[in-house]
């Protein structure tokens, strides 16, 4: 199935078979691609670039399809695998996390820095921690290929 051309955002380079890949909802995800393109919000004179995820219904392109300022996929990449990192070694707190340190990094970049943390605003933060922990140990395989293969292309590309 090809993404569509004919609306706002314009995809320039673009995965049409992500459904294929897209994690635990390979060969069953409504997530059909993924593309780089001209951002739809771009105003006359200010070419901007996005990523987007193409989601189709089974009749029609979803108005769930998600684009982000590239900067943003990576700024998600980074968070993703900051938290992988976190869960290795998050069994050493009962909750899974420290309630008086809920602080798990402060990731340095453009003079400033990402807070990572864990989210003590959510009520339901003692269950929903140990689903990610169990979701992220049960994926392991799965996230750990792709981990893989960002590394390799970050080290190709001299990083």
């Avoid at 993924?34 to 989601?55: H, I, M, P």
């Amino acid at each position: 199935m090809n993404i569509p051309t004919s609306l706002k955002h314009k995809p320039v380079i673009v995965s049409d078979n992500y459904d294929n890949v897209d994690g635990q909802h390979a060969y069953d995800s409504d997530a059909k691609g993924l593309s780089v393109g001209l951002a739809q919000w771009n105003d006359r004179g200010n070419v901007e670039f996005s990523a987007k995820v193409w989601r189709y219904t089974g009749e029609k392109w979803s108005r769930q399809s998600e684009e982000l300022p590239l900067n943003r996929v990576l700024d998600l990449a980074i968070l993703v695998c900051r938290t992988s990192q976190y869960f290795q070694s998050a069994y050493r707190f009962p909750k899974f996390y420290d309630p008086q340190n809920p602080q798990i990094d402060r990731i340095g970049m453009q003079g400033d820095a990402m807070d990572v943390k864990v989210c003590m605003d959510n009520p339901f933060i003692d269950t929903d921690i140990k689903l990610l922990g169990d979701y992220i140990g049960q994926n392991g395989e799965m996230l750990g290929e792709r981990f893989s293969i960002l590394s390799a292309m970050l080290k190709e590309m001299g990083y």
